[in-house]
Antibody, heavy 116, light 113 residues
Framework: QVQLVQSGAEVKKPGASVKVSCRTS????????IHWVRQAPGQGLEWMGC????????YYAQRFRGRVALTRDTSINTAYMDLSGLTSDDTATYYC?????????WGQGSLVIVSS | DIVMTQSPDSLAVSLGERATINCKSS????????????LAWYQKKPGQPPKLLIY???TRESGVPVRFSGGGSETDFTLTISGLEAEDVAVYYC?????????FGQGTRVEIK
């Protein structure tokens, strides 16, 4: 069965960076884009970007360009989201999702808290 | 970017009654290559990842109760819960997957009256 398992919660200081992993199994990793979506407390779902695991091609939401980097390691079927220059506004739960146009499979979420 | 706008922001419905959520896209979400409507609905509960309910505007995901139905075309869509149950309390989001960036509506909170 398809599974996406994300790394655990993180607490970071303002200005720091965070790297969240998304380990996949149950399907061919290079066959589907991986997207990243976040939800800040009390807010809606916000799309951040996506990566094509086969080529490494990435697409980013305008508001995150220059601050987010999506990468992958095909040897261990894992995708990564690296967000730098953290502020309190980046406190959120970050989700990875496997695309087959829509998002049927999601990771469990990774809580990132940014606090001094 | 395609802007997705949902209405209302929240609604309270009695158990067993119908809940209807609207979603409007700023441009058509019919994919020019597939001719399919690239509109999905998700249910979001606290502490859980979003759950896919509907894709292709009206195709119910496997395992989703039949009381959930989707409709609409081009730029105007609806999600209907026919016969609200207590477990349906959640926030519902529409999403277009026609273009990048993928965009979500702001969400509609459904509560029990």
């Amino acid at each position: 069965q398809v599974q996406l398992v994300q790394s655990g919660a993180e607490v970071k200081k303002p200005g720091a960076s965070v790297k969240v992993s998304c380990r996949t199994s149950g399907y061919t990793f290079t066959g589907n884009y991986i997207h990243w979506v976040r939800q800040a407390p009390g807010q809606g779902l916000e799309w951040m970007g996506c990566i094509e695991p086969k080529s490494g091609d990435t697409y980013y939401a305008q508001r995150f360009r220059g601050r987010v980097a999506l990468t992958r390691d095909t040897s261990i079927n894992t995708a990564y989201m690296d967000l730098s220059g953290l502020t309190s506004d980046d406190t959120a739960t970050y989700y990875c999702a496997r695309e087959q146009w829509f998002f049927r499979y999601w990771g469990q979420g990774s809580l990132v808290i940014v606090s001094s | 970017d395609i802007v997705m706008t949902q209405s209302p922001d929240s609604l309270a419905v009695s158990l067993g009654e119908r809940a209807t959520i609207n979603c409007k896209s700023s441009q058509s979400v019919v994919n020019s290559y597939t001719s399919k409507t690239h509109l999905a609905w998700y249910q979001k509960k606290p502490g859980q990842p979003p759950k896919l309910l509907i894709y292709g505007a009206s195709t119910r995901e496997s395992g989703v109760p039949v009381r959930f139905s989707g409709g609409g075309s081009e730029t105007d869509f609806t999600l209907t819960i026919s016969g609200l149950e207590a477990e349906d309390v959640a926030v519902y989001y529409c999403q277009q997957y026609c273009a990048v960036p993928r965009t979500f509506g702001q969400g509609t909170r459904v509560e029990i009256k």
